[in-house]
């Protein structure tokens, strides 16, 4: 996971994104974290991305504890809205893919009220299950001819992560950026939660509020999992690679 601020994580997606062959960003906070753990795989594709962001209060503080004192949380929802505003003086153009149906329309809708000259080349609303031949040779096409420079993904942890892996190569773009839940919230589909419950690491708990039967697995046993580890780590027990050393790029 890169030790950076949202300032330095904006500022190198834009760098990056009109480069090819294209890279992927995880925004990855506890969730991400621990399904690593217990996956090598998806910790690979986590190892081989352009940048691993701390998207939860819990890795800002870990980067803190391991020295690297101007780390700051780059939530998923904040970093596009950064990066679809910076990007308007550059002409990036942005791509989304996931949500249900009618998300990403509702998304571009948004959007653009809030940034009027924001250039969006194009949604695609993918189903419930891996893309056919069909599907895939279809999302290729159509990012190609967009002209697309960054695709923003909005599925959850970790199907996002392995589309985005698995995908890359295939499209003629410069970056995918894993952001999960902001489709639903800048399109107005579900409520974010204030900025103070966010800086107390307490937005797990507004989220699972709002969708308990979906969510209660995830942030029961995921954190105490998470925390479980980070406990043998403090107290010297066992070594865990899990937050923020260095910068990966």
């Known amino acids: ?41 998806l910790r690979q ?31 998923g929802p904040d970093l596009m809205l950064q990066v679809c505003d910076r990007g308007r003086s550059r002409g990036l153009r942005h791509f989304f893919y996931g949500g249900a149906e009618g998300v990403a329309a509702d998304l571009r809708h948004a959007l653009q009220a809030r940034f009027p000259d924001l250039q969006i080349s194009g949604t695609f609303t993918p189903p419930f299950r891996p893309l056919d031949d069909a599907e895939s040779a279809a999302l290729r096409t159509q990012v190609e001819e967009s002209r697309t420079d960054i695709i923003w993904v909005g599925l959850s942890t970790p199907k996002q992560e392995r589309f985005m892996a698995g995908y890359a190569a295939q499209l003629s773009v410069g970056l995918l950026i894993g952001v999960g839940a902001a489709f639903d919230i800048h399109s107005g589909r579900k409520r974010q939660a204030p900025r103070w419950v966010q800086c107390c690491a307490l937005e797990w708990l507004f989220r699972l509020a709002q969708e308990p039967r979906r969510l209660w697995r995830r942030y029961f046993v995921n954190n105490a999992v998470f925390l479980w580890c980070i406990s043998m780590q403090l107290m010297g027990l066992r070594k865990y690679p899990l937050v923020v050393p260095s910068d990966n790029g």
């Open 1 to 41: 996971m890169c030790a950076l601020t949202l300032e330095q994580a904006t500022q190198r997606i834009i760098e990056r994104s009109r480069q090819r062959p294209a890279g992927y960003v995880c925004v990855t906070g506890v969730h991400g974290v621990v399904e690593s753990l217990a996956d090598s795989e």
């Open 45 to 75: 594709i986590h190892n081989r991305a352009y940048l691993v962001t701390p998207d939860g209060m819990p890795m800002v503080w870990l980067g803190r504890w391991h020295g690297w004192r101007q780390i700051t949380r780059v939530y």
